[in-house]
């Protein structure tokens, strides 16, 4: 059985610089109390109700982020750039997850969900640069040589963001979970630190099928300036 996702006691989990979007990528914790309108709103907006099924008036999706976040195999959190939260991401042992059903998962492997909610971050590389920071996020966890998603097979744009953050498409399945047929993604540390780590892109530049920083960004979903101190959230 996999153990409940940490906890963190200060603002930001992580915080990192992106070289590529030349902008700061930041996380931290979602706390209803100052969050529940901004998720709300991004989770109504027309580029993400395709994607996710939470889009609910007010008091009903309370309730229904309420339940979603008192579930232990999921972390979610506010993605920020330059301290502006925009994103909603979770970060979730597989194993606890149905995506374990479709395909051979370690209890150490970790998947990613993503949305952006602000439209102006669309189409900025933004996408990409998320991604990879959480990638990093889920390889502090010292056992995990595996991320995984699985994005909608229709959404192009978010499958390449994946692919430009150091992800490879495997197999198409249907997936009854989410009601969609979906790709499942999957970045293995050791390419992602060879190539898609800040070092590694700082020491080599981007990597040759790297991001086109100005077409990436989508929703993916398989469910204000603030400023704090970086701390890197524990491992299980």
């Known amino acids: ?12 989990a992580y915080r990192r610089p992106d070289p590529q979007i030349d902008r700061t990528v930041a996380f ?10 901004r998720l709300h709103a991004w989770l109504t907006s027309d580029h ?6 939470l889009g ?20 979610a959190y506010v993605g920020c750039i330059d301290g502006v939260p925009m994103s909603y991401v979770e970060r979730y042992w ?22 952006i909610g602000p439209p102006e971050y669309l189409g900025q590389g933004c996408g990409t640069a998320l991604l990879r920071a ?39 399945f ?10 499942r993604v999957v970045c293995d540390r050791e390419r992602f630190v060879g190539a898609f780590s800040p070092g590694a892109i700082a020491a080599n530049g981007p990597p040759a099928d790297g991001p086109a920083v ?18 890197l959230e524990a491992d299980r």
Not at 48 to 53: A, E, K, L, Q
Not at 174 to 183: L, N, Q, S, V
Not at 216 to 228: F, K, M, Q
């Open 48 to 53: 993400v109700t395709p994607y996710w099924s």
């Open 94 to 115: 597989v194993a606890a997850d149905p995506l374990a059903d479709h395909y051979d998962a370690d209890d150490n492997d970790q998947g990613i969900h993503i949305l």
């Open 28 to 37: 931290r914790r979602v706390a209803l109390d100052r969050d529940l309108g």
């Open 1 to 12: 059985m996999t153990a409940p996702l940490p906890r963190i006691t200060s603002d930001y």
């Open 134 to 172: 959480m990638t990093a996020l889920a390889f502090r966890h010292a056992a995990t040589d595996r991320v995984v998603a699985e994005p909608d097979a229709t959404n192009d744009a978010a499958i390449a963001a994946f692919e430009r953050a150091g992800f490879e498409p495997r197999e198409t």
């Open 174 to 183: 249907r997936f009854p979970h989410e009601d969609k047929d979906a790709t």
């Open 214 to 231: 100005n077409h990436d960004d989508a929703t993916h979903r398989c469910p204000s300036g603030e400023h704090g101190n970086s701390t």
């Open 56 to 75: 609910a008036p007010l008091p009903a999706f309370h309730q229904a982020i309420g339940d979603h976040l008192e579930d232990d195999h999921v972390t």
